[in-house]
């Protein structure tokens, strides 16, 4: 059993050994910074331990069930389990430099074993099977999330909304795509106005203006939105006014200096009421 179990793992780091000179990578494992491994079929994650160095991993769109098998891989930076058919976060403890996990389209049913990656700054968990506030409530631990996207899952709880309010960092945010959208009252409005730090929310940024509308409408209602909504198109008219008085003064500059001088073109000056021929400077 051991001499089949080598011999098979042998043929694994020759296949892999393999994909590196495919991908014009090194050939000398632990030199290599990133792996695409993806398209492959793989139903597990093994034979890793000599690529050290990597700091992108891309295994998605595999058959893989389960995140193992990790623990060489100390720098990696970015994770790609997208596509496969995992059904659980787990065994990402070593992984305390990682970055962006993408496990989009997947079986995962609840978050967990975050807290154990500091730097994860991007979390992709669209297209799962995430239901319930407890589902999502490990996120109030992953402080340094910035990028969020959890659209099209089966979330159906209003106050998953507590939890986003405890990301400090979260600034984009997908949720398009579950039930919780329809149940939230006004709900790009109130979003922007409980998650201070957000920039873009599903399909379109949140630009100041879309800030202040929103704080205005929850501080007074409709009316007190309107108001805002109008200083604000009547401070961009006349921002709009004085750029054009701008780009009117320049042009008017340029007139008189050509009437004035006369008009250059590349090397040859065209003087103005003349008979003479053009000459060549």
Not at 15 to 24: A, I, Y
Not at 158 to 169: Q, S
Not at 181 to 199: F, G
Not at 226 to 234: A, G, I, L, N, Y
């Amino acid at each position: 059993f051991n001499l089949k179990h080598c011999f098979i793992d042998a043929v694994r780091a020759a296949f892999l050994r393999d994909l590196c000179k495919q991908n014009k990578l090194y050939m000398t494992p632990h030199l290599n910074d990133t792996l695409y491994l993806h398209f492959k079929g793989f139903s597990r994650i093994e034979n890793l331990e000599e690529y050290t160095g990597l700091k992108s991993l891309w295994l998605h769109n595999n058959a893989l069930e389960r995140i193992e098998n990790l623990d060489a891989q100390t720098d990696l930076r970015c994770l790609f389990l997208n596509d496969n058919q995992i059904l659980k976060l787990e065994n990402l403890q070593p992984l305390t430099k990682l970055c962006t996990l993408n496990v989009s389209n997947n079986y995962i049913s609840v978050l967990e074993n975050l807290a154990y990656l500091p730097r994860l700054s991007t979390l992709q968990v669209a297209h799962n099977k995430l239901e319930t506030l407890e589902d999502v409530a490990h996120l109030c631990q992953c402080l340094a999330i910035s990028v969020l996207d959890l659209s099209y899952n089966s979330l159906h709880d209003p106050e998953i909304v507590c939890v986003l309010e405890a990301m400090p960092e979260l600034r984009v945010l997908y949720l398009m795509g579950n039930e919780v959208v329809r149940k939230i009252p006004n709900y790009r409005r109130s979003l922007i106005v409980r998650l201070k730090q957000l920039t873009f929310l599903d399909v379109r940024p949140v630009f100041p203006r879309d800030r202040a509308c929103a704080e205005a409408w929850a501080a007074g209602g409709p009316e007190a939105e309107r108001r805002v909504m109008e200083q604000w198109e009547t401070k961009e008219r006349k921002k709009i006014q004085k750029n054009l008085e701008e780009m009117s003064q320049v042009f008017c500059r340029l007139h008189q200096g050509f009437f004035r001088n006369g008009p250059v073109f590349g090397s040859i000056h065209l003087p103005i009421n003349s008979n003479h021929p053009p000459r060549l400077r």
